[in-house]
């Protein structure tokens, strides 16, 4: 079984650029999830899909973040314009489950994203 | 606001020997923890989970310990192995999951 694919592996933009990441999750899994991680920090969730509708944006910049997830499968987040504090690497992850969260989620090797 | 800690960044442990990761949190509402690990350049893999309802959770060599009265669990690795470093991230859910900042585990030849 495929696992999640995420592109580019390494970005490297100057500040106010903008910049996008691909996500294709397993198949069938309804929840797809982008996680920021800064460096020495843990994941942080910036939002949540069930199949194509958000759950959870509440701790997305959405004055320049943004993501979607047409269809319901392959997810695009964009950064636009991008700051310094935006270099992190860029956690991509999907799920079965819906918001019970029983299951856990798989993640991709993410996009290491630095802004200089 | 962390709602799940992990207070040690790093810990050693010597090839063989218990390896004993800690995490506490502050949501009594969590329904679900989560271990995953993580190496260089990779996404984080899942590890282990504990369901809320439980207090003990046995997969091979590793085992996760619920105490909920004291809003804290841990997890054992024995014997470890060198292929054991990596980054260990504690995580709950409620719908969504949060991680904890992730403890460094370095096992010593």
């Known amino acids: 079984e495929a696992g999640v694919a995420q592109s580019p592996r390494y970005k490297i933009i100057e500040k106010r650029q903008s910049v996008a990441f691909w996500c294709n999750p397993i198949?069938?899994?309804?929840?797809l999830y982008w996680y920021q991680q800064i460096l020495g920090q843990g994941p942080k969730l910036l939002i949540q899909f069930q199949n194509n509708g958000v759950v959870d944006d509440s701790q997305l910049p959405k004055d320049r973040f943004s993501a979607e997830r047409l269809k319901g499968v392959d997810s695009t987040l964009k950064i636009q314009p991008a700051k310094l504090e935006d270099s992190a690497v860029y956690l991509c992850a999907s799920s079965l489950a819906g918001q019970s969260m029983n299951t856990e989620a798989f993640f991709g090797q993410g996009t290491r994203l630095t802004v200089v | 606001d962390q709602q799940v800690k992990q207070n040690s960044p790093s810990l050693s442990v010597q090839e063989g020997r218990i390896s004993i990761l800690n995490c506490d949190y502050t949501?009594?509402?969590?329904?679900?923890f989560l271990w995953y690990k993580k190496y260089p350049a990779e996404g984080p893999t899942f590890l282990i989970s504990i369901s809320s309802i439980k207090d003990k959770n046995e997969d091979g060599r590793f085992t996760v310990f619920l105490n909920k009265s004291a809003k804290h669990l841990s997890l054992h690795i024995v014997p470890s192995q060198p292929g054991d470093s990596a980054v260990y991230f504690c995580a709950a859910t409620l719908g969504k999951i949060i991680f904890g900042k992730g403890t460094r585990l370095h096992i010593l030849p």
């Open positions: 198949s069938g899994h309804a929840t």
């Open positions: 949501n009594s509402m969590f329904d679900y």
